[in-house]
Structure formats: C-alpha cells, structure tokens
C-alpha cells in the first residue's frame, strides 16, 4: 500500500479542518478525492504533502513518515498543484534540470522521458522560454511534464484540468492510467466529475472535513441507496446533506 492516511486531523489553527479522516491509496490503482468547496480537500493534500502537519493522526507513504525521512519522503510525490508554480527566472530547461537534481534523477535516462512529454504536449521547442511567455495552460503543462518526467510511487493531481484544452485533457489522462498500469499510486482531486468517473478506480467523498463516504461508484451508490446513478448525481446527494 503506497499512502495511508490514518485518524488525521488538522488544519491552519485550532480549529480543524479535517476530523478523524482515513483513507489509503493503493500502488497500481486511482483514487478521486471528491468534495464540496471547503470540504477539505486542498488541506488533504497540504497534509500528505508535509506542507501541514497533523494534529493528530499519520500518514505515511510506502511505510515511511515525513518526520522520519524528509527528502526521502517527498522524493516519492510527485505534484500537480492547481495553479501552476513556476519560477520567473528560470527558462523551461532549466526548470525540468531542476526536478531532476530535487529528485535525484540522472539526466541521460531522465531526458528522454522528458522529451516525450514536451513533444506530447507541444512544449519541445520551447525550451528556452520563460514563464512570462506562458499561457496559462501552457504553464500548466509544464508542471505535468515536470511531475510525470519522474518515477514517483505517489501522483498527487489537484484540479489537473483547469485550463487545458480537450486534447491535453486526453493526453494527461492517458499518462496517468500509464503510470497507475506501471504501478503508482496516484490521487486525483477535481470537479470535472465525469472525467473522474472516467478514470478513478475508487472515489473517497469528503464532507466538512470527515470521509462521508468511500469506494467503487457501486459501493457508492449502495452507500447512497441509489440505483441508476453518476458520481455527479452522488456528489449533488452530498450537498443536500451539508449544513447551510
């Protein structure tokens, strides 16, 4: 089992976000992280990605904590923030020459990988460019190649979709269930649900901080007592129970 998250709960102060959340995330399958705006599933990912610490609970990735190995940790996530990070001064190369020295990759076989990617996605002649003369989906694209370049055991995906056009949308789509048959763990945070239905193995719901719910859309459906259903239809369920 690559990430578990066991009974956390946290958040930015006294008062948690997240309350008694458990959910894991196997090698070799996708995982949707579904919610309502607030539900928590931003400060998941902060947590698991060590940029929150719990107040009480854990997460480990393949059985290795944060506290007990830093870089050893967050050498095993690769991330796809939401908004796109990049730095000003630096070109594209030398952003992708940066990942390889965070991960520790040697560049003769991790070039190649990255070619492949920039071609798929129309970046290799722009290697030379700087974030300034990026778009926004541009910039997203590069943070997917710059993710998707390693041989991470845990993809962490929030929003991916935002600003990408339909055929970036498939050819990230198709990188992922790449890596989920190459044996990754990857979990996949969006409300583009019907490309999550499409993808995910299983769907964990969260719900003012606490998993209302968890597994194959049947086993949802189930959990919901509903019978010919989507996931969008679970998620509008999930609103009606929210408090106002």
């Not at 990605?49 to 944060?66: A, C, R, S």
């Not at 940790?73 to 992708?96: D, F, G, M, N, T």
């Amino acid at each position: 089992m690559t990430l578990k998250v066991e009974h956390v709960t946290g958040g930015y102060g006294a008062i948690p976000v997240l309350k008694d959340t458990t959910f894991a995330v196997q090698a070799g399958e996708i995982v949707g992280l579904i919610g309502l705006n607030g539900a928590g599933k931003s400060t998941t990912i902060k947590h698991i990605m060590g940029l929150l610490q719990p107040q009480t609970g854990k997460i480990t990735v393949n059985g290795l904590t944060l506290a007990q190995d830093l870089t050893a940790y967050r050498q095993q996530i690769a991330y796809v923030p939401e908004l796109p990070v990049l730095y000003p001064e630096l070109s594209l190369k030398e952003h992708l020459t940066l990942t390889m020295l965070a991960y520790d990759l040697d560049p003769q076989t991790t070039w190649p990988k990255a070619q492949e990617l920039l071609e798929l996605f129309r970046l290799d002649k722009k290697l030379d460019w700087f974030p300034i003369n990026f778009s926004k989906g541009m910039k997203q694209k590069v943070m997917i190649v710059c993710a998707f370049m390693t041989s991470a055991k845990l993809y962490i995906i929030d929003e991916p979709f935002t600003g990408l056009d339909p055929l970036a949308v498939h050819d990230l789509l198709a990188i992922v269930q790449a890596k989920k048959k190459a044996g990754a763990a990857i979990l996949m945070s969006t409300h583009i649900l019907a490309n999550a239905e499409q993808s995910a193995d299983r769907f964990v719901l969260l719900n003012h901080g606490r998993v209302r719910a968890q597994g194959t859309l049947e086993q949802l459906k189930a959990e919901f007592n509903l019978e010919a259903t989507s996931l969008e239809d679970l998620y509008v369920q999930m609103s009606e129970e929210a408090p106002r």
